[in-house]
């Protein structure tokens, strides 16, 4: 899916988020959503890539393969991680029909 086809909701919790913390990180997100079928897969697929992030080893592999240049630290990167985790939760929450999504 395109993220143009996302909620309003969804995106400025997954998509904007990240963006305003890194572009490198909005990117990561992005062709996320070009792999899932639907905002709701998407919504899991974020999560689930997420918890990966914040299981792995090593955050620092994490860091330096998904940013090309001024890396965030491990803890602005974990904390960015937990608050798209928290707003994902939030979105989830709101029922579909209720999501605002823009016109075409």
């Given at each position: 899916?395109?993220?143009?086809?996302l909620?309003?909701?969804t995106?400025?919790a997954?998509?904007?988020?990240?963006?305003?913390f890194h572009?490198d990180l909005?990117?990561?997100?992005g062709?996320?959503a070009?792999?899932c079928?639907?905002?709701?897969?998407?919504?899991?697929?974020a999560k689930?890539?997420?918890?990966?992030?914040?299981?792995?080893?090593?955050q620092?592999?994490t860091i330096?393969?998904?940013?090309?240049?001024?890396?965030?630290?491990?803890?602005a990167?974990?904390?960015?991680?937990?608050?798209?985790?928290?707003?994902?939760e939030?979105?989830?929450?709101?029922?579909i029909?209720?999501?605002?999504?823009?016109?075409?």
């Open positions: 899916m395109d993220i143009d086809e909620s309003n909701e995106y400025n997954i998509i904007g988020h990240a963006e305003n572009p909005s990117l990561e997100f062709a996320l070009y792999s079928i639907n905002e709701g897969a998407f919504l899991r697929e689930t890539l997420i918890c990966h992030w914040l299981g792995e080893e090593s620092q592999i330096t393969s998904i940013f090309y240049e001024d890396c965030p630290t491990q803890t990167f974990k904390n960015v991680l937990l608050e798209i985790i928290a707003n994902i939030t979105v989830m929450e709101i029922p029909a209720r999501r605002k999504f823009m016109e075409k």
